[in-house]
């Protein structure tokens, strides 16, 4: 179960101690659900694997799966709304997601059809960057600071922003969305039409690929993956350490724009790549301090998620929690 203690919520909003939210994390390898209360505890959880390969309904079917076990709880008649923190794209403005690892669902209408899987609840849809995010300013690294980035370095590269204290989705919810900046104007072309991408040089794919056309091979029972080029660059083979380097310096370039553009304080970097530990951010760090260098971005810091894979489903449950509705009297 997740510590708990009686800190504000995102946006500054003092929690109740009889909230209690339904939250989902909706991913292209699972879908995640729990029921969450107002100081970030999870009570009960549900998970089913997601049907990434089959049609929308059958999509849609394992998502209402994950709510029948939380709705089959006591708790259930107490729970005011819904949070989804969902693999995008996503477009919170009408509602809809499009997520690129579940190809069914392209403008999926999954507001209404949670709503209606959850009896009528109300429904707060973020990207699984911002709610990343949400977990990481409410629960995390990012507790405390009033301006922050915080990014998702995994198999894509994800974000959210915190302005002034509050979660800044932007119109359709992608607000903070670092991993699309480019950062190399004449780089490899990336899935997303650009050139240069964060994404294209720092994903963990990236990173793999980068090493292996640079003479790393993995080892004797090892994979060609992202963890294994951080176990080589400890041991110190160069191509790994080199691909590492050149990761740690698109992100910090992204992150250094950023910074200059918003004034933020705190970049927080989680996902699996950033499992990597210190073969990531200690050239991060330095790349950043070449990178942020007028007066009003020198001070940034780099920080490591602390949420964990617990992340889309405390983010999830914070955007519902501090969403601007009435919540409904606790039965």
């Not at 309904?57 to 939380?70: I, P």
């Not at 107490?78 to 949070?83: L, M, S, W």
């Not at 650009?194 to 994979?223: K, L, M, Q, T, Y």
Request: charge should be neutral; glycine fraction near 14%; hydrophobic fraction near 45%.
């Amino acid at each position: 179960m997740q510590s708990s203690t009686s800190d504000s919520l995102p946006g500054d909003r003092t929690p109740m101690q009889t909230s209690l939210v339904a939250a989902l994390d909706i991913g292209g390898t699972k879908i995640a659900g729990a029921l969450v209360d107002g100081e970030g505890a999870l009570l009960l959880r549900s998970r089913r694997p997601t049907p990434a390969r089959e049609d929308a309904d059958t999509v849609m079917a394992a998502v209402a799966e994950v709510l029948a076990d939380l709705a089959a709880s006591p708790l259930w008649p107490a729970v005011t709304a819904v949070g989804i923190g969902s693999a995008g794209p996503v477009d919170r403005s009408v509602g809809t997601v499009s997520p690129v690892n579940i190809p069914a669902w392209r403008g999926f209408p999954l507001v209404s059809r949670v709503s209606e899987a959850a009896g009528g609840l109300p429904v707060e849809l973020v990207g699984d960057g911002v709610a990343v995010t949400a977990a990481e300013h409410w629960r995390g690294a990012a507790r405390g600071h009033r301006n922050a980035l915080c990014m998702v370095v995994s198999t894509g590269v994800g974000g959210g922003l915190v302005l002034d204290g509050r979660l800044h989705t932007g119109p359709t919810g992608n607000a903070g969305h670092i991993g699309h900046i480019s950062v190399d104007l004449d780089g490899d072309a990336c899935p997303c039409g650009a050139r240069g991408c964060v994404e294209r040089i720092a994903s963990g794919p990236n990173i793999a690929r980068r090493a292996a056309e640079n003479g790393w091979r993995p080892g004797p029972g090892s994979d060609a993956s992202a963890a294994a080029v951080a176990a080589a660059a400890r041991e110190g083979d160069p191509a790994a350490v080199a691909s590492f380097e050149r990761a740690a310096q698109a992100l910090a370039a992204g992150i250094a724009a950023t910074a200059t553009l918003v004034e933020i304080d705190i970049a927080v970097v989680g996902g699996g790549v950033a499992g990597a530990g210190e073969v990531l951010f200690a050239p991060l760090r330095r790349a950043l301090h070449r990178y942020a260098t007028l007066s009003f971005v020198r001070g940034l810091t780099v920080a490591p998620a602390r949420t964990g894979t617990d992340a889309g489903l405390i983010g999830a449950a914070s955007a519902a929690l501090t969403a601007p509705r009435p919540h409904r009297a606790p039965v």
